[in-house]
């Protein structure tokens, strides 16, 4: 059963599409499958308009604006309700797991900052939340910083009052990356240990690096650390891999979800062990399966988390419970943050939310961006008669 019901008609009108050069990561990053990232993740940036006036704001890639605007920016009129399902069956060929899904997710998002804007609340409060702050941790660590940075960047996120760290691990060399180095990934751990102290917990990301059998000898070894949690450490859908690993004697609670896009992927996470579910807000198919998937955790008893950009996040944060934490991703997010407006202010474990902007309050700094010389184009998308 949906979380969301709607029956709000919206009418596209305009839509303005802001299309990024690549902008730069102030350092490269990377992780143990996933290959060098140089830039930030974000193709650009939409206003889409309707015909009370209320305008959405959000980031949105070019994929969307080539196979999902022409779909809505019709002269058609429909409720919300209709729009979302009308577009989510369209893909259904296509797959769950695809790109057009996502795109799916973030029209959902947009309609829903519409409906905020039109009630005059800000989007958490719209959606039902009744506090204005959302629990976070702070990550990063990429595979490729030496042992020093690694533990400067960790000691700085528990400076700035984050419970946890998390940092990347799945160490290995060759052309394929098929040498494993779990002595470098253990020796960084035991190092941020000792960089954050003892109030600090540790968690980490293997970025689906190992196998089984490698993955069971990781947590062997990694016992004496008292980890949080290990992150994905096999391919996101060997549902029955999770399995085996506990019933192998895994100790550590494993965590996964960054990697699905619709709920009934999660139900199969729960049923084979992984105990911390974790659903981004960027990728999902319908934002009220983040609603869904917390609920899926809390019956079970595990641990809920959610990914995705923070600064959006952080809204969607305020729906979950003091202990259901959003991830802030400092290395890529960061610099992003840099370019936007009206990000909610993250201090001691805490993003606290602005309540004066009706909808979802952020946007990007488009007079930054140009004056940085990253804003290549600015599009304007009319219905076609």
């Known amino acids: 059963m949906n979380q969301f019901d709607y029956s709000d008609p919206i009418q596209f009108t305009k839509a303005v599409f802001y299309n990024f ?15 060098m990232g140089k830039f930030v993740p974000e193709q650009g940036y939409m206003e889409l308009y309707d015909d009370t006036g209320a305008c959405a704001h959000y980031t949105v890639t070019r994929s969307f604006v080539q196979n999902m605007l022409p779909k809505v920016l019709n002269g058609e009129k429909k409720s919300y309700n209709a729009w979302r ?41 719209f959606l039902g939340a009744e506090k204005d702050w ?45 040498v494993l180095d779990m002595e470098r990934d253990l020796r960084r751990i035991e190092k941020v240990q000792k960089a954050i102290g003892p109030n600090v917990r540790i968690a980490v990301d293997c970025n689906q690096k190992f196998t089984v ?9 990694a016992e ?47 049923e084979k062990g992984i105990e911390i579910l974790q659903p981004s807000l960027g990728r999902m198919s319908r934002i009220d399966d983040l609603l869904k998937i917390r609920d899926l955790a809390r019956a079970n008893g595990i641990e809920f988390q959610s990914g995705g950009r923070a600064a959006y996040n952080a809204y969607f944060g305020a729906l ?18 840099d370019l936007m407006l009206n990000v909610p202010e993250f201090k001691d474990g805490r993003f606290t939310l602005q ?21 290549e184009s600015r599009t304007i998308y009319l219905p076609k008669p």
């Open 21 to 35: 050069r690549q902008i730069p990561l102030p350092k490269p990053f990377r992780d143990a499958t996933g290959g």
């Open 85 to 125: 399902h009308e577009q989510y069956w369209k893909i259904r060929n296509a797959g769950f797991q695809s790109a057009d899904a996502v795109n799916v997710g973030t029209l959902d998002l947009m309609m829903l900052d519409i409906l905020a804007q039109r009630a005059g609340q800000p989007i958490h409060r």
């Open 134 to 178: 959302a629990a976070a941790y702070k990550g990063g660590g990429a595979i490729i910083r030496d042992d020093e940075e690694l533990c400067e960047e960790m000691a700085r996120y528990a400076a700035e009052g984050t419970g946890t760290v998390k940092f990347k691990v799945g160490s290995s060399s060759g052309e394929l990356g098929e």
């Open 213 to 221: 059998e490698q993955a069971y000898e990781f947590c062997r070894l």
């Open 224 to 270: 004496p650390y008292n980890l949080e949690w290990v992150e994905e450490p096999i391919h996101s859908h060997d549902y029955n891999g999770i399995r085996r690993l506990k019933e192998m004697g895994v100790k550590q609670r494993l965590a996964a979800g960054e990697s699905m896009r619709v709920y009934y992927a999660y139900e199969p996470y729960v």
């Open 320 to 337: 979950y419970g003091e202990n259901e934490r959003i991830e802030f991703h400092a290395p890529i997010t960061e610099p992003v943050h």
């Open 355 to 375: 309540t004066d902007i009706p909808g979802m309050p952020v946007r990007m700094n488009l007079e930054k961006l140009e004056a940085l010389g990253y804003l």
